[in-house]
């Protein structure tokens, strides 16, 4: 018979146990919302060297892809330093311990600022999937054992992108699905013998094989042909779409076969270099989008029943980003011009009204993404520098400032399980309780 003093602690134990069991995943790049937040609480506001951090491993070499977490592990996809090989791997989110290393692949491609190793990897709670800048795909179950392999370029020609293939798969509703919208002739080897298309493909996650692929078709020209954003799912009326951004339109597509539901034209003036870095964003039935290199922000209201064509309802020009995807949280949105004016705003998702503005300053570029919890935005630099905002308000608020010196930094910052997950040039850091 338990004596009183071994029921309490196996209560106890039960309740830790549950508790792990509730807290919220980062399954994907932007996050179990699709938008940069998490309703995560008790995340750190601040931390030191001798506070609150839980773990630090050692990575193999730089990535910009953003740490992913399901069910107490972490993958992360990287390079590996001075090679041209690339990895994936596993660690216990609770420990930092390494459970596996996957030899994925290798290839010499140097590109300008980037590597083969951008696109985040995405987990569906049973699988993983990485997927590399020259194509290679692979799937693997939560203990390391490959599930299938494919070579996306080798199939489908030339990932024609001027500084490399870096779109994250998207898991949803059962499936994978990977964005291919490129120049339609290649910058480097290997050649096309005909014009390159581009398109949408939705995969079985189970076993690797096509379900749909839908061409998107543009009339853009060369960069501006390019994406680097992710899909997401937008859910109105009952329904749910994938939206796509690149080569000047976004476009609305049905999960379940591909076909092109509408699509609305964001950029009329034909021009080189309209490529997109950043993904949608959707919130209170609006889509939130990005023009080229600080060229706005926007918010779209799709069609419907009642006004069967969309449009623009603001638009913000200034501090708008080229790089960072918006971050929707608590009914703001907020706006990162991190390279040429290092602001971020916070802006009303109705009518683009701005509450507030700050600068975050710094060294270096933020080529980073902001992400939220706790009533906190999460900002971090190439460099290292960290910023917590108060979100919210009426007013640009620092909470905390401090630096990880292990350049380059390119990733956003992950959060799950009360803890904030940093990837850096050498290490993944785990800063929490």
Not at 74 to 80: H, L
Not at 197 to 207: E, M, R, W, Y
Not at 234 to 260: M, N, V
Not at 421 to 431: D, E, G, P, S, V
């Amino acid at each position: 018979m338990m004596s009183i003093k071994s029921i309490a602690l196996l209560s106890a134990w039960v309740l830790v146990v549950a508790a792990s069991g509730l807290a919220a995943d980062w399954p994907q790049w932007r996050g179990p919302f699709f938008n940069g937040s998490t309703d995560e609480q008790d995340v750190p506001a601040s931390w030191s060297e001798a506070e609150s951090i839980a773990w630090v491993s050692p990575l193999p070499g730089p990535s910009g892809a953003t740490p992913v977490i399901s069910k107490g592990k972490v993958f992360v996809t990287s390079t590996v330093k001075g090679t041209g090989d690339f990895v994936a791997i596993c660690l216990d989110a609770g420990t930092g311990k390494l459970l596996w290393r996957k030899d994925v692949g290798s290839n010499p491609r140097r590109l300008p600022r980037n590597n083969m190793a951008s696109p985040s990897p995405a987990a569906d709670g049973d699988r993983v999937f990485f997927l590399y800048g020259e194509g290679t795909l692979v799937g693997f179950d939560y203990e390391g054992n490959p599930l299938w392999s494919r070579d996306i370029e080798k199939e489908y020609g030339n990932l024609a992108l001027q500084f490399g293939y870096s779109s994250s798969p998207l898991v949803h509703d059962g499936r994978l699905f990977i964005t291919v919208l490129r120049r339609n002739t290649p910058y480097r080897d290997p050649p096309a013998n005909a014009p390159l298309d581009s398109f949408l493909l939705a995969i079985d996650p189970k076993t690797g094989r096509d379900v749909w692929r839908q061409p998107r078709k543009t009339d853009a020209f060369d960069e501006g042909m390019e994406t680097y954003s992710t899909p997401v799912p937008f859910t109105r009326e009952g329904k749910t779409e994938l939206l796509l951004t690149g080569g000047d339109f976004i476009t609305a597509h049905d999960p379940a076969a591909g076909q092109e539901l509408w699509r609305f034209e964001y950029w009329t003036d034909k021009v080189r270099d309209s490529r997109i870095i950043p993904s949608l964003v959707t919130g209170q039935g609006l889509i939130f989008g990005t023009r080229h290199k600080h060229k706005g922000v926007f918010a779209l209201e799709p069609p419907s029943r009642d006004y069967e064509g969309e449009r623009i309802l603001w638009e913000f020009d200034e501090a708008a980003p080229d790089c960072s995807t918006p971050l929707f949280y608590d009914g703001r949105l907020y706006v990162f011009d991190g390279l040429r004016r290092k602001t971020i705003t916070c802006l009303d998702p109705r009518t683009g009204r701005a509450f507030w503005q700050g600068k975050v300053g710094g060294r270096d570029p933020w080529w980073s993404s902001p992400t939220a919890a706790s009533g906190r935005l999460y900002l971090i630099s190439e460099a290292g520098e960290i910023v917590v905002l108060q979100a919210g308000g009426e007013e640009f608020k620092v909470l905390f400032q401090t630096q990880i010196a292990e350049p380059a930094i390119q990733s956003s910052i992950a959060i799950s399980g009360g803890r904030l997950f940093i990837r850096t040039a050498q290490n993944l850091h785990c800063i929490g309780k």
